[in-house]
């Protein structure tokens, strides 16, 4: 069972920036394809961003997020990355990344092909 953790969501202002990081101290995150989701109260759970397994040779962004989300790995360090700039208030929500082993990122943003969630982590964009 692979658990991952989320951590970096905090308070910040628009147009800030934050990193929220996706760790594992089990097992190697090298051979996962990570997702980022969000997901905010009475609506369903939105896909952010994607990086395939290993090489990262494929990246996935929403439509709403591209040019200010960049999702990268370090997977000598078995940890993931969502650097978050220009944020809007719109950004707001609960973040969570997935893993999904051997994904090549295909289907990056549909929740089902993830084995793997972390518990989320609140991002919240306001003056």
């Known amino acids: 069972q692979l658990r991952l953790v989320e951590s970096g969501g905090e308070l910040v202002q628009p147009g800030g920036s934050l990193r929220l990081t996706c760790a594992t101290s089990q097992y190697t995150l090298e051979y996962y394809a990570i997702g980022w989701f969000r997901q905010v109260p009475g609506k369903e759970r939105e896909a952010v961003s994607c990086?395939?397994?290993?090489?990262?040779?494929?990246?996935k962004y929403a439509d709403s997020v591209k040019g200010r989300f960049t999702v990268s790995r370090d997977n000598a360090k078995n940890e993931a990355y969502l650097q978050m700039n220009s944020l809007k208030p719109e950004d707001t929500a609960v973040y969570y990344c997935a893993a999904d082993l051997w994904g090549d990122g295909q289907k990056w943003n549909d929740p089902r092909e993830y084995d793997y969630w972390g518990q989320g982590t609140q991002v919240t964009v306001s003056s």
């Open positions: 990086i395939s397994h290993t090489d990262a040779t494929t990246t």
